[in-house]
């Protein structure tokens, strides 16, 4: 065996040897020789250090270049933004022009109170009796020339006749008045329809039937106007409106005869219920969902405003020409809406219709704005070339929106029964027991109840829901009529008047919730629609009090029997309502389709995962 050399030192093992260096590009000169073996390692060479202060990549790493992502400037296609939704549309308006916008959609309640409102101050007939030729009215000559009869109604009051006096001073036989009649009149207007016109005994008949004309008026025009507004948009449909408001105004005033009266309140209350449906609608559409509530009360609470002035004016005012004037002069102040730029269109309504060039113009003004927010998702809808006129409803697929027609139904149920059974609240007193209270004072409960009813719903509905208050309105709503109606012999006049009170609050509660409630609901293509059915079915309730008029108030018990009863059932329907409480507002067929109520019998489940436990039979 040959002896080892002491200089030279024993090879390295692979497993003590440093990692190998990264091999250099080969632009570099490399220089180690190539024929030197990696295995060996000379103890006087420093020792191997890497170039890069990363690890090497592992051995099945290809060598080759990573590649490098896209430079900021590329000429790749850049993926499509999402379509504006109908809250960016609202926002993109900047707060100070969304809430210049919101105050001049909630002004003309005050003046629309006046026409929408004024119809007890016309039809209010004061105590009458026969003109006698006598000078002196003295109490015996009364007495002696009018016959005592009981006074038309269920309380069976004997009182001085109304419509009959005695022939030449003798009380063998009566006949109808022959020189007109006398009016004793201490509330309201000291002239209006029924004074004027003398509609009283045998003319009696047209005083309901200009309360029901009005109130087909008011149907005609919600489901006229809501449709327009859908059809041709809000802006539009609310210039129309607001024209024909104060034509039909001037034309009432100056009316010679009720028969012209009846047939022009027609197209004025058609005409104003159209300015107060597109009002709200806009109004509504203009806010996102924490503002909702706030503006709604807001506009409801001007309307109790402009009631309060109503009294007032009627006051001061000794006609009712004078009264419906007073309501119709300031709404042409409001025509001044239809200037380009004062009071532009829906910008939801704009979304959904497409129109270029309205979309144009409202990116103008977006743009102009100090405070707006620069979305890109404006880009593509602006930049389409193929504008339609008015949004597309598919019928088909309409009647196929079942979740819609049922939500529809169940509110439009609640609007019917509201309406109705308020004037069973109102008059209780004086249609069961015959001692009904003073106009002014009926009068002021029913617009003071009105807005409690909107100051109870703004503290309570943001925080229970849609859904539970008017749960809670319309139970005490049935409640408070089954007391009355089951208790009436057993009550005092107190307990009598804090159950109407709370029937009447609770009634106005439900009535301003439903329409609130619908209004959210329903998408953009048919909320005027929509709105406006619910609107009308409250008017077909609402028929009954002058139709119990007509019939001096027979059967006045079974028609509160006949309310109280759907009440409690509508108790029930409710539970299929969905909630709409801080929810965007659905703008197509298909996301109102999306509002529905999960069933009953679905078990709440959270969305944490489980780990996999072993199943202990396999």
């Not at 549309?89 to 409102?117: C, D, E, H, T």
């Not at 104003?272 to 509530?293: A, D, F, H, K």
């Not at 239809?338 to 990116?363: C, H, K, M, T, Y």
């Not at 028929?543 to 509508?570: E, I, K, Q, T, W």
């Amino acid at each position: 065996m040959s002896e080892s050399n002491p200089d030279s030192s024993p090879p390295v093992a692979l497993e003590d040897r440093a990692p190998p260096p990264i091999t250099p590009p080969p632009s570099r000169a490399s220089t180690s020789s190539p024929d030197s073996p990696l295995e060996m390692a000379s103890p006087d060479s420093p020792p191997l250090v890497s170039p890069s202060p990363c690890p090497p990549p592992p051995p099945s790493l290809p060598s080759s270049p990573v590649p490098s992502s896209p430079a900021p400037c590329s000429s790749l296609p850049v993926p499509p933004s999402l379509p504006p939704t109908g809250e960016v549309m609202v926002l993109a308006l900047g707060r100070r022009k969304q809430r210049v916008l919101i105050a001049l959609s909630i002004l003309p309640n005050l003046f629309l109170a006046f026409l929408l409102s004024s119809g007890p101050l016309l039809t209010l007939s004061p105590p009458h009796h026969c003109h006698l030729p006598s000078v002196t009215l003295s109490p015996e000559v009364l007495n002696a020339s009018l016959p005592w009869e009981k006074v038309p109604g269920p309380g069976g009051v004997l009182g001085l006749s109304q419509c009959k006096e005695y022939v030449n001073g003798s009380k063998s036989a009566t006949v109808d008045c022959r020189f007109g009649w006398d009016y004793n009149v201490t509330e309201g207007l000291r002239h209006n329809i029924v004074t004027e016109w003398d509609l009283v005994c045998d003319w009696y008949w047209l005083v309901p039937v200009e309360e029901v004309c009005f109130i087909l008026g008011v149907l005609t025009g919600s489901l006229t106007m809501g449709y327009a507004a859908d059809r041709v948009g809000r802006s539009k449909t609310l210039l129309t409106s607001l024209v024909l408001t104060v034509v039909c105004g001037v034309l009432v005033c100056i009316s010679p005869y009720p028969t012209i009266f009846i047939i022009t309140r027609f197209f004025l209350a058609a005409a104003s219920s159209g300015v107060y449906l597109t009002l709200y609608i806009i109004r509504l559409e203009l806010c996102e969902p924490s503002l909702r509530l706030v503006v709604t009360t807001l506009a409801g609470l001007m309307t109790v405003a402009g009631q309060l002035l109503l009294l007032a004016v009627a006051l001061g005012c000794s006609t009712w020409r004078c009264m419906l004037g007073a309501g119709a002069a300031p709404l042409t102040l409001f025509l001044t809406y239809g200037i380009p730029g004062v009071f532009p269109e829906s910008p939801r309504w704009l979304l959904l219709s497409e129109r270029s060039a309205d979309l144009n113009s409202f990116s103008e003004r977006r743009s102009s704005s100090r405070d707006v927010r620069d979305d890109e998702r404006f880009t593509e809808l602006e930049s389409e070339l193929a504008p339609t006129s008015k949004p597309h409803l598919s019928f088909h697929e309409l009647f196929h929106s079942k979740n819609i027609w049922k939500n529809m139904c169940v509110l439009g149920f609640i609007s019917f029964i509201s309406h109705g059974i308020t004037h069973c609240y109102s008059s209780f007193r004086g249609d069961v027991r015959g001692t009904g209270p003073s106009f002014y004072w009926m009068y002021l409960l029913s617009v003071c109840a009105g807005g409690g009813a909107w100051l109870l719903l703004w503290a309570t509905v943001n925080r229970c829901g849609r859904r539970g208050i008017l749960l809670l309105s319309m139970t005490m709503m049935g409640l408070a009529s089954l007391i009355l109606l089951g208790l009436m012999k057993y009550l005092s006049e107190t307990a009598i008047t804090i159950f109407s009170v709370v029937g009447l609050f609770a009634s106005q509660a439900t009535t301003s919730l439903c329409i609130l409630f619908t209004a959210e609901i329903m998408p953009t293509i048919i909320r005027g629609s929509s709105v406006g059915t619910v609107l009308a079915l409250g008017c077909i309730g609402r028929l009954s009090s002058p139709l119990m008029d007509l019939r001096n108030h027979y059967g006045y018990f079974l028609n509160h029997v006949v309310y109280s009863c759907l009440a409690l059932l509508a108790v029930l329907s409710i539970l299929l309502l969905p909630e709409s409480k801080r929810k965007p507002l659905p703008q197509t067929l298909a996301d109102g389709e999306q509002y529905k109520r999960p069933p009953l019998s679905r078990r709440r489940r959270d969305n944490v995962p489980l780990l996999a436990t072993p199943n202990p039979e396999t």
